[in-house]
């Protein structure tokens, strides 16, 4: 058995066609876990599977629809139940909040927080029969701080702290473990367009202590400990894994006569 334990075991890990979801996949798969793929497009998530064995499989699913959910949940009980639920689906449809419209802001709210809780509804039914399950939610720096201009982005990710808190509170004496990861900025398929200005990223670089802009190996980590034995007294706790830039808030205010 590795340090971490997780050998056996099976990772449900939604929005797993994305470039978190997929290196979240890839990490878990080199622990000996099983993982189950679940994404609405599976044309990334079948190939996936099949490239990480361990008899790694992928369903469509869109956790924004109830019937979808459950039963991918149903499939996966069939195949002996998940020992862990990764919740990662989220969208963001951009705007600022004066003009973001009810059907946008629903749209993020359903997949980015109801969804997360159907999900865990779903997969935690089987987690509570067997008395032991953990669930690490994908939540944002920016539900800590404010992204302008996103909608319903910043609270969607706010609400998914307080969500996974109140389910380690009351799935805890069932045995039910809870936890959010916090990225900061983060370096996928989706953001490389930012990456291509190399003015762009030296700022973005500049502003992290660390000095580097997050892989998704780098949330992955985090999650890898999380779900495992090793983190069994950890419940009800945010990890932001942000390279301290939620720590650089004060080296913004001008202060002349200091370095």
């Not at 369903?59 to 109830?66: E, F, G, I, P, Y």
């Not at 920016?142 to 969500?163: E, N, R, T, V, W």
Request: proline share 5%; net charge neutral.
């Amino acid at each position: 058995m590795s340090w971490l334990g997780l050998e056996g075991k099976t990772a449900v890990i939604t929005g797993a066609g994305g470039g978190i979801g997929q290196g979240l996949a890839r990490a878990f798969a080199a622990q000996g876990v099983r993982v189950g793929l679940l994404d609405r497009e599976e044309a990334q998530t079948a190939p996936l599977a099949a490239e990480l064995g361990m008899g790694s499989f992928s369903l469509k699913c869109d956790v924004s629809r109830a019937d979808d959910v459950a039963a991918a949940a149903d499939a996966v009980e069939a195949l002996g139940g998940a020992d862990i639920l990764i919740n990662n689906a989220g969208i963001l449809r951009p705007g600022p909040l004066e003009s973001v419209s009810e059907a946008d802001w629903s749209a993020m709210l359903s997949v980015n927080l109801t969804g997360y809780l159907v999900t865990a509804q779903a997969f935690g039914r089987g987690m509570m029969s067997r008395g032991q399950g953990a669930l690490v939610h994908v939540a944002s720096i920016s539900g800590s701080y404010p992204q302008p201009a996103s909608g319903a982005y910043s609270a969607s990710k706010a609400a998914i702290l307080m969500l996974s808190r109140q389910l380690a509170y009351e799935w805890g004496p069932k045995g039910i473990r809870s936890n959010t990861l916090s990225p900061g900025l983060v370096r996928t398929a989706l953001s490389e367009t930012f990456y291509a200005d190399p003015q762009v990223k030296a700022r973005r670089e500049a502003m992290v202590p660390i000095r580097r802009i997050a892989s998704p190996e780098d949330l992955a980590d985090a999650a890898l400990f999380l779900a495992s034995p090793r983190a069994s007294y950890i419940t009800g706790q945010d990890i932001l894994v942000d390279g301290g830039l939620s720590q650089s808030l004060m080296g913004l205010v001008p202060r002349p006569g200091y370095a």
